[in-house]
């Protein structure tokens, strides 16, 4: 495990590398408001054809080509690109993202943004650093002095569009900003660092989540699915807080709604 954590440090960081190579080739819709770039497709690719030419018997769970597959044994979960809009659209606020698992439990993640060469890392139990500085949360800063991060609002989940409109409408005057960054490892990474008070987030497959919620956890963050009951991957609904009280703040808020 030792040997795979450190070798998928060195794996991102390369990855970076090429895909910074690469002209930007968008392949299509993969949703009316989602893109797929052919180069999410090539690093995809790249990350498991080098995970599984060193270690062949790790499990890979990857966004575009092994979605469906489940966790089990030591398991490889990749994003090969989150924030492929913003990536898309020139901007610098995207990523690569690996979560290692012991069956069903993240043991280590991994953020990259290419652009600015910034490394966001967590191991369970160790702490979560950005290029090699702990990072821990700002747990005193108060809904008014701090953002509300928002995912993408979503159709067809438990939370209903108007409820989520309806919960952001409520939350507003609460904080001092809220802030829709468009990739969930930025909205981690700022909740990691104490630039955020919490983020409410409806994406719901476990490579937008795992690796971002680790490092989230292992800064001293708080989080409960949006109803109060205990978070599992693929639920929609997640919420992050710094603190207990601001995580209690938006659930009751939602619980209101109810």
Known sequence: MKE?????DKLLRSAGELLLKQEIAVAGHKTANDLLTENDLLIEQYLMEEI??????????SEETTADKPLG??????DPIDGTCNYAAGMDSFGIQIAIFEEVECVAAYMYFPRTGEMIS???????????????VNKDMLP?????????????????MDRQFELIKRL??????TRHL?????????????????????????WDIAPGLLIANESGCVHALIDGSAYTYGTPGIVVANS??????ILSEYRALC
């Open 4 to 8: 795979l954590i450190k070798f998928c």
């Open 52 to 61: 599984k030419a060193t270690f062949p018997e790790v499990n890979i769970v």
């Open 73 to 78: 044994g030591v398991s490889v979960v990749i």
């Open 122 to 136: 967590a191991e369970k139990g160790r702490g979560a650093f950005a290029n090699g500085k702990k990072l821990t």
């Open 144 to 160: 008014s002095d701090g953002f509300l991060l928002i995912s993408d609002y979503y159709g067809n989940i438990a939370v209903p």
């Open 172 to 177: 507003q005057p609460v904080f001092l900003k």
């Open 182 to 206: 468009g990739a969930a490892c930025v909205d981690f990474t700022a909740l990691a660092k104490g630039q955020a008070a919490a983020y409410i987030s409806y994406y719901h497959y476990i």
């Open 244 to 249: 207990e009280a601001n995580l209690q703040r």
